[in-house]
Every structure is written in structure tokens, then in C-alpha cells.
């Protein structure tokens, strides 16, 4: 995480805004990675912020395949966040952003990815399931 941060200091979006956008991405990730294994949501919320970061960069217009596979990450952090603060709502949003990532990469020829994407899906998908119903899930 820190080495990221430090890199964002050097690298700035202005300079060089996809290799700053990725750098964003990897800092989510290590993010992530430490918030699903704690108890509190900080680091998952930070995981969001980073994820959000790197998407103003990376545009559903400019880069539509690298668009998707980093909405589904934010989704995947997000999922996380909704079932810990019990928020259906939050929930809904996630599966309608995991479907909309698919249907992207689906539209640009990228099944296999797109295909990653559903595999990952599941998991959130069994986790909001005591949010949301079985009736409520799109």
C-alpha cells in the first residue's frame, strides 16, 4: 500500500494518467486485499475510492474492456461493504454493476474475461443473497 502511495506521488495523473490509473487499480487491490480479511470496512472503502480514481481514467467510452474489468473490482469491494453494513440497497447496485461489466466485456468480444467476471460474481452474488432474497436478485 505504501509503495503504491508513493508511487501516486511520483506518478501523477496529469503526467501520465493510464500507467497513474493502473497504479490506482494495484492500490485498490492491496487494499482489498487487507479490508476482506479484517472486520471494519476502512480499507474496503478505501479499496472503492481507488477503484473510482482509476475509473475516471479508464472511461466506459475511452477503454471500455479495462472500464469493465475494473467496475467489477470496485463491485466485488462494494459487495463486501454491503454485507457488512446489512445494505440492500448498496447490494442491488452491485449486481446491476457486475451485469453491466459482463454485458461490456460480452459486446467487445471478450467472453473468457467476461466469463472470469461471472465465476467471480457468484461469490458476491451467495453473500448478498441473505440481503437481498432470492426473489429480489436480478
Do not use: C
Not at 9 to 38: M, S, V
Not at 53 to 63: P, Q, S
Not at 78 to 85: D, Q, W, Y
Amino acid at each position: 500500500v505504501a509503495a503504491f502511495r508513493n508511487s501516486l506521488k511520483e506518478n501523477t495523473r496529469e503526467r501520465i494518467p493510464l500507467y497513474w490509473a493502473k497504479t490506482q487499480i494495484n492500490l485498490g487491490n492491496a487494499l482489498f486485499a487487507l479490508g476482506e480479511n479484517e472486520r471494519g470496512t476502512e480499507r474496503l472503502k478505501e479499496a472503492v475510492d481507488a477503484y473510482r480514481n482509476a475509473l475516471e481514467v479508464y472511461t466506459r467510452d475511452r477503454v471500455p474492456v479495462d472500464w469493465a474489468t475494473t467496475a467489477h473490482i470496485e463491485a466485488l469491494a462494494l459487495a463486501i461493504l454491503a454485507h457488512r453494513k446489512n445494505d440492500a440497497t448498496l447490494a442491488q447496485l452491485v449486481l446491476d454493476q457486475m451485469k453491466t461489466a459482463a454485458e461490456i466485456l460480452q459486446y467487445h468480444e471478450h467472453a473468457a474475461q467476461a466469463n472470469v467476471l461471472a465465476e467471480t460474481s457468484l461469490k458476491a452474488k451467495a453473500l448478498l443473497s441473505q440481503l437481498l432474497g432470492p426473489t429480489d436478485q436480478k
